[in-house]
């Protein structure tokens, strides 16, 4: 039975962009909790990571713990763990080490720092490393559209195989193209579409939190270091039974993360805001005309849709002429259903909160393949079977903010990032030179529309909520 909803996800917004200073405690039980240790659980448990996601995804119990997860600063948590070394050796201001270091951040927001208080991009001074390379880090806002149109490139894929089809998915990225299919081609012979990580290592967000938990701030969590690969989902979860109290790195410390406290991280995510748009002047519109014209658009797809749509809320910004200012955008994208449940204390029903799972047009500016990019984007080394000048699409829809360009922050301006193309992108930047100085100017213009925003701004009604469902 699905149920009206409009009252109860009043508390939507306020659960996904809660203020920074809000400490994870239960509206359930009212208790304080060890953010990393919450159990999995199940619907009908309890106070179980599980309960909150299909009962309070509205709520703070659900979207805020994630939100406080990544932005604890484990540093000093006693309980955390520090791989197997003195927590005392990792710096509470860190930002970044030296390579392959385990401890060149506190917290997730140490990297994911910009825009204050979301989960932004890191400046050029925060580049992390990876196998010697200096990687600038990406924001996450949308991950849960990129992972979905992931997951269903995947299924494209896979389906035109087995119809013995060319390897082109419903959006139209043909991945015989370009490099091909091979290992570190267009795409692995397994043909699965991976979209987080530079490479293009991660299909999902989970294993992509997971893996950056323990690559950046030394946290080991349980569904990577308690199972082998064979017992795991391309979504990086354990398929395996969890053993409590294991310590696989002997630092005295057991169940670094649980898998609760991973998946309402992953949840949090997966509900993340969209980039929004700044002003669309007569500039901005004719550099968007310019950039499809000369190719750019080629892979930097300006739309691409999925079928089902795995969020529970739209969250976005736009600028308003009328009323010279940015405003925000909010739809509601679940509905309730009355499974019988009843709280056992007060004796109400709590209903489950189900995604509608419609389509959505994703304005992603990307194509999720990889790419031979030139010379001029080289890598120090080969990373992950991945040759030193392939890299994956990286989306546009927030570039306008960014402060440093291209995968290693290297590139001071966005021009110059252009001009630095090469390989399978070198006839878009031979149109883009042969430009007259004002559809240049008019290019960067329409590049600069595409923002990120503060998300505290929506919350504090700084950005009002105007458009959509509003609270």
């Given at each position: 039975m699905k149920l009206r909803i409009a009252s109860y996800l009043s508390l939507a917004l306020l659960a996904l962009i809660g203020s920074t200073w809000w400490t994870a405690r239960s509206q359930v039980n009212l208790q304080e909790r060890d953010l990393a240790r919450i159990p999995e659980g199940d619907s009908k448990t309890r106070y179980t990571a599980q309960f909150l996601i299909n009962r309070f995804g509205f709520t703070q119990d659900a979207t805020q713990t994630g939100r406080s997860i990544f932005h604890h600063d484990f540093a000093y948590d006693k309980n955390s763990g520090c791989n197997g070394l003195p927590c005392?050796?990792?710096?509470?201001?860190?930002?970044?080490?030296w390579p392959q270091s385990k401890f060149e951040a506190s917290a997730c927001e140490t990297c994911h720092s910009t825009p204050r208080g979301s989960a932004g991009f890191g400046p050029k001074e925060q580049n992390i490393f990876t196998g010697g390379n200096r990687v600038r880090t990406n924001d996450m806002f949308g991950g849960g559209l990129i992972q979905q149109l992931g997951i269903e490139a995947t299924e494209d894929l896979r389906t035109d195989r087995e119809q013995g089809r060319a390897l082109i998915t419903v959006n139209g990225v043909n991945?015989?193209?370009g490099i091909g299919v091979r290992q570190g081609g267009s795409v692995n012979p397994d043909l699965v579409v991976r979209p987080f990580g530079r490479k293009g290592t991660h299909s999902h967000l989970r294993a992509f939190v997971s893996h950056a938990a323990f690559d950046?701030?030394?946290?080991?969590?349980?569904?990577r270091f308690q199972c082998s690969d064979k017992q795991k989902n391309d979504d990086g979860r354990c398929d395996g039974p969890i053993a409590v109290g294991l310590d696989p790195d002997?630092?005295?410390?057991?169940?670094?993360l649980t898998q609760g406290s991973l998946s309402l991280f992953e949840f949090y995510l997966v509900n993340y805001p969209v980039p929004g748009r700044g002003p669309i002047t007569s500039a901005v519109a004719n550099g968007d005309r310019v950039f499809r014209e000369i190719g750019c658009a080629e892979c930097h797809r300006p739309e691409m849709r999925v079928r089902h749509d795995p969020r529970i809320e739209h969250i976005t910004v736009f600028w308003s002429e009328k009323n010279n200012r940015f405003e925000a955008e909010r739809r509601l994208l679940a509905h309730l259903i009355d499974d019988g449940y009843l709280d056992p204390d007060r004796q109400r029903k709590v209903p489950l909160v189900v995604p509608d799972r419609k389509p959505f047009v994703v304005p992603l500016y990307a194509d999720l393949k990889r790419h031979d990019m030139g010379p001029q984007m080289t890598d120090a080394t080969?990373?992950?079977g991945v040759s030193k000048r392939v890299f994956i699409t990286r989306p546009l829809w927030g570039v306008g903010s960014y402060t440093a360009f291209l995968d290693d922050g290297s590139a001071k301006t966005l021009e110059e990032a252009i001009l630095r193309h090469g390989g399978e992108a070198l006839s878009q930047r031979k149109r883009?030179?042969?430009?007259?100085?004002q559809e240049r100017a008019d290019l960067i213009s329409f590049l600069k529309s595409l923002t990120l925003f503060n998300v505290e701004d929506v919350l504090n009604a700084n950005i009002p909520i105007t458009k959509g469902d509003l609270p």
């Open positions: 005392s050796l990792r710096d509470r201001k860190a930002t970044r080490a991945y015989n193209t950046h701030l030394g946290i080991q969590s349980q569904d002997n630092d005295g410390v057991a169940d670094e080969e990373e992950t883009f030179v042969r430009l007259s100085s």
